[in-house]
């Protein structure tokens, strides 16, 4: 067999040698030139497969590489928080079309303002730390498009309204997630916000968001309790929003979005009120907000109270009262005498307008003719001891 390839191999050669006897000098020279470029078109290719081959003997053993949110976010160049319905080009509008726009609600925003001073001050509590609670922005959204939009991971609290028996949900980002346990936890300060990904939320990171919540949950009950009293409870804590459907997807619902700041860490927690969770108070939330003061006014109740007091009335006394004919009325003239069915020392009857206020006996003090009161002043249905007694229930209602 080698003796027959090196017969072939010397009968290949001396065609060749053959050939470039019998071809002209320039045709022979470019033959080379393409034999040249063709032996380092292949040395190149041989290098690249064995770079392949190595690549690949490497890969097996350390395993794909998968970017982290960080380095995807600056790969496209934003991040989610700074994805906002503020664009106004005409794709923004197709798609905010599907928004829902429904009845301005006064009050409610009264109640959110309150929140927020309210969560100012129980987080500055419950961190120990500085934080610092804003409110971003009240909308009307659909339920099922806000569940759309949720970015993953977060953690969704399903919470119970008891006296309007319906549901709501609160839904705490992971910035906001992390940046809290830090905080709790001792994490230092000024370093960079953390963004674990591809792992559940262990159970002590589920307990500190639950305490979170239920902390927002204890202040929004303050907030609402002078419009209407209310008592929210955590029904459950969910991380898939398919698991904490509280509504059907075409019902439309308030997203309230607040934000939360530790100096340089932080995070959003929503709160998604269905419209039919606050169809109890819808009577209330639609009032406009009159005076400084939220709920009742004790300093216009006082100054109402004390212009009553000091108004001015017109009493009658009716000695006699008696049903006659319109003819007899009709013929009376001057001189005629009209006979009175009572006795001398009958009571006379005390009347302010048609209300019947007291009974006395006619008399006389100096030069006036006076009335003596001889039966108890009818009590008023409404007393000012009675406002007294409602603002009491209302201050025990509203502390801590």
Not at 138 to 145: E, K
Not at 215 to 232: C, G, H, I, K, Y
Not at 248 to 259: D, G, S, T, Y
Not at 265 to 287: H, K, S
Request: contains cysteine.
């Amino acid at each position: 067999m080698a003796g027959n390839e090196q017969m072939d191999q010397d009968a290949i050669a001396a065609q060749w040698e053959a050939s470039l006897d019998s071809e002209d000098p320039a045709e022979a020279a470019k033959a080379a030139a393409e034999n040249e470029l063709s032996e380092t078109m292949a040395l190149q290719w041989a290098a690249m497969v064995e770079d392949g081959s190595r690549d690949l003997g490497t890969g097996k053993n350390s395993g794909e590489r998968v970017l982290s949110q960080e380095e995807i976010d600056n790969l496209l160049g934003f991040t989610v928080g700074d994805v906002t319905l503020d664009d106004h080009s005409g794709i923004r509008a197709i798609i905010d079309s599907a928004m829902v726009s429904y009845e301005r609600l006064p009050m409610l925003e009264i109640v959110f303002d309150r929140l927020v001073r309210l969560l100012t001050t129980s987080l500055r509590n419950f961190t120990s730390d500085n934080v610092e609670v804003s409110l971003d922005r009240i909308t009307s959204v659909r339920f099922g498009d806000y569940m759309n939009s949720i970015p993953l991971p977060a953690v969704l609290s399903v919470f119970k309204a008891e006296e309007w028996d319906n549901f709501g949900m609160a839904t705490v980002d992971s910035n906001l997630i992390y940046s809290m346990i830090d905080v709790l936890l001792g994490g230092r300060r000024g370093s960079s916000q953390l963004r674990i990904e591809g792992r559940p939320y262990t159970t002590i990171e589920t307990e500190l968001v639950k305490r979170l919540v239920e902390v927002v949950l204890t202040d929004a009950e303050q907030a609402f309790r002078p419009l209407s009293p209310v008592t929210f409870t955590i029904d459950r804590l969910e991380t898939n929003p398919r698991f904490a459907a509280i509504s059907r997807p075409a019902n439309a619902a308030i997203l309230v979005r607040l934000r939360i700041d530790m100096e340089d860490r932080g995070g959003n927690i929503e709160l998604l009120l269905p419209y039919a969770t606050i169809e109890p108070i819808r009577a209330v939330l639609l009032q406009m907000f009159m005076g400084e003061k939220f709920g009742r006014d004790q300093i216009w109740e006082g100054h109402f109270a004390t212009e009553i007091v000091q108004a001015e009335i017109s009493v009658d006394a009716v000695l006699y009262e008696a049903d006659i004919p319109l003819k007899q009325l009709m013929r009376l003239k001057v001189g005629d005498t009209l006979p009175l069915d009572m006795r001398a020392d009958a009571n006379v009857t005390v009347r302010c307008g048609d209300v019947t206020i007291t009974e006395g006996r006619m008399g006389r003090v100096g030069e006036r003719v006076a009335i003596r009161v001889t039966k108890p002043l009818r009590k008023p249905s409404t007393t000012l001891a009675m406002f007294e007694k409602v603002d009491e229930q209302n201050k025990l209602m509203e502390a801590p």
